[in-house]
Structures are given as C-alpha cells and as structure tokens.
C-alpha cells in the first residue's frame, strides 16, 4: 500500500517551440515517464519532436493542434507548442501506431493496439490488486489499462478505425482520444509517437496502480426542430422526411446557402439507442454533390436529427457536469493529478462567442490543477451508456488522481 509521498508528480509547460515548452515542464517533472505534445501546425513537426527528445529519455506521443490547452497560461491557445510531463513510477506506457490509415483504417486500428500492448511493460503494482481489500464492485471499476487514440484529423474514417481497436481490445475498452488538427488550414495533420507520424493513428496505453476516469459532454440542449434521416450512408445524409437532405435542411435553418460558417453555428444531435439515451452531437459540412449534405461524423439510417442550442449559463454547467463525471469514473476521493482536454475547435468557436473558458471553471472547482489538451477535428469517447463512438462539438476529458487505486 502508498505510503509518503504522492504517488504522481506533473510537469505542464507552454511555449513558442518545443524546446521551451519541455523545460518549462522539467522544473515540476525531472525524470518523466511520458511526454504528452500537443503542438501548432504552424511549426516544423519534426523540429518541435526533436527538440524535446533532446530533452527527454521517456516515450512521447501527441499531435499538431487547431489549439493548445495549458493550465500555466490564462486562456487556451493558439500557434504554440504545450507539454505536459507525467512522473510516477506507478505508471506504465506502450505506445503504437498504426500506418496507412487513410488507405486501411480498420487495420490500422488493429496495428495500433497491436504494438502499444506489445510495447508495454506489466507494473508490478497491479500485482496489489488481487490484495487490496476492496469489494468485487470496487474491483471492477478499477481501469487497469487507459488508452488514449490520436488519428490523423484529416482521414475521415475515425468510426472505422475505432471498429478496429474495438475488435481487439473490445467493447469495454476504456477509451479516450482526439484527431490531430493543423490550425484550421485542412492540409495535413502529424501524429507524435516516439517519432513524427502523418496519414496513422496513435494509441498510448497507460496501466499501473494510479486512479484514471474519463467522460464525454457537449454544451447543447435539443430544440423541437428536426427531421428525420430516411437516408443515409456513412457519413453523408441523403434524405430527410423523404426529401433531398439540403432542400429540407434550408427550410429547418431557413437560410439560402448551407455553408460551412451556416453550420459551424447550427449543429444538430440525436439520442443514442444505448441505455443513457443522451444525445450525441453530429456537425455537417456544407451541401455536398446531389443535394446531400456530409456531416463530420456517421449518421445512421432512421435516427431523428434535432437542431441543437445552447446558452452561456447551460454551456458552462454541462462542463462542469462532465468533469464531475470523469472524476467520478476515476474514483477519485481528494487528489486530481493532471487534466487532459481533447476539445473540438467548433467548440472552441462556440465558447468564444459564449465568453467563458474551461481553464477557468478547471481553477474554480480544482484551483491550480495540471492541465493539457488541444483543440480537435474531432472526439473519441463512450458515452455514459459504454458506446464508443466518435463525436463532434465534445469534450472529451481524462482525469488522472493523484491517489492510488488501492488508496
């Protein structure tokens, strides 16, 4: 059993390149067991991922952003390059990567899982948990193995790549994750994972004796508009109450054009058929070819599509709702170690014209809690059901305790 001292010590730092990101991290993480980089675009990926192996002998995994998240500036950000160091000797890291994911997304999820498993090595600490006095209940919730996935933002296939880590790591994987971003230029994203990765998807497995939880929530409420989808394929939205998708869709947003800037603002959800039936967020992009509509996410056959809303107050309460879940998941009594935020840059959009940032309500609830996280082309979750999926206009949140699952 713990005794001392805590069991996690975390580094976070923010700079204009990766060097000054990962010292500003050292002077709280000296000897870290996993870098986690969250970098602009803007920057040449393989100087920020040198400039950090220069710094560190630990694995590293991460991405390029549409944002950065830091806990050590005031408001998230943009153009910079975040770090955040996590030492604990309870911690065990794997980290894989699956190639070719454009050309075969299944089985590059497969390939990811594959090697991350492969690559890590058992903790001795989880030798504890067939001892710890705790009941089949406690035993159950504990999250031996935490996997966290970073596609490539610029696929488009994150529900078929799921489908593969799913098929090995099955259904009741706990799975958290964001795709890669390139500052909203839509050109080509990189992938961190002891190197520099484009066109693949990352998976970092973590395992050991430290608490770990994670949730997923989006600021939107249903409105009594909608339609339903008589037709559908993927991610492409052909029909709605039986008419060309674009046609009916201008006369529930009663605009001319579907533009990209007309739903950046006007997203839509429909309930999930697991038993949480909450509702999941689907965002389209514009009007595609033959009057249908693509959306950013898949939108399955005979779901009722609603237009969704928010407010400034609702927004703000459902954060802090899904960080209570997260931590709750994780089974955490006192100590939250670190944050880490995969948040959609629609959102980002939405809370910028709401006025409130997740940093502050982090330090409202937590006070001066380590935080990281970047601003995603979408979202890699379960919802409160246990249905992984991939979403849009979410956060998806990882809560890691400074606290011991025996604690």
Known sequence: MFIGKQPLKVGVGLGKDGSDAVLNALEDARNPTLAIVFATSKLNPHEVYESIRNEVECPIVGCTTA???ASCA????TGKVAVMLLESKYLSVGIGVGKNYKENPFEAGVRSVEEAYKDIE????LLFISAMRKTAYDIIKTKIFMNIVLPDGMIGAEEEMLRGIISKLGKSAHLIGGSSGDDLRFERTYQFANGVYTNSVV???????????????HPYYPTDIGAAVTKSRGRIVYELDGEPAADRMREILGVRKLTPEVFAEKTFGFRTIDVSREYVVRSAVSEGENKSIPFYSEIPDGVYLKLMNTNREYAIKKFEETLDKAIADAGIKKNVGAIIIFNCVLRRLAKERLGFSDLDIIREKFGDVPVIGFDTY????ATSGGSIGHHNQTSAILVIGNELITQ
């Open 203 to 217: 998976l970092c497995v973590l395992s050991g004796g430290l608490k770990m939880g994670t949730a997923i929530g």
């Open 122 to 125: 058992f903790n001795p600490y």
């Open 378 to 381: 979408g979202e890699q979750g």
């Open 67 to 69: 944002g950065e998240i």
């Open 74 to 77: 005031g408001k998230e950000q």
